[in-house]
């Protein structure tokens, strides 16, 4: 595994930003994005307390291998 495999993104990397400019790796909405997670669809997220969530990397990438 390399370094970029190994990383953490937040929900903005993953869903984008627009006014930060970030574009989305994944195009859906928060909302779709959540309900995704919930039913299984989407990965499970990485908790860092109660008020940090992220996903790793290689989990967002599989997915987005998967689909593509």
């Known amino acids: 595994m390399n370094a970029h495999t190994q990383a953490l993104l937040r929900a903005k ?10 574009p989305p790796i994944i195009p859906v909405s928060a909302s ?7 039913s299984g669809r989407f990965p499970q997220p990485v908790r860092y307390g109660k008020r940090l969530t992220m996903w790793r990397a290689e989990d967002i990438y599989a997915l987005v291998k998967q689909a593509g």
Do not use: F, N, S
Not at 13 to 22: A, R, T, Y
């Open 32 to 38: 779709t994005w959540w309900a995704g997670v919930k």
């Open 13 to 22: 990397q993953i869903l984008g930003d627009k006014k930060k400019g970030v």
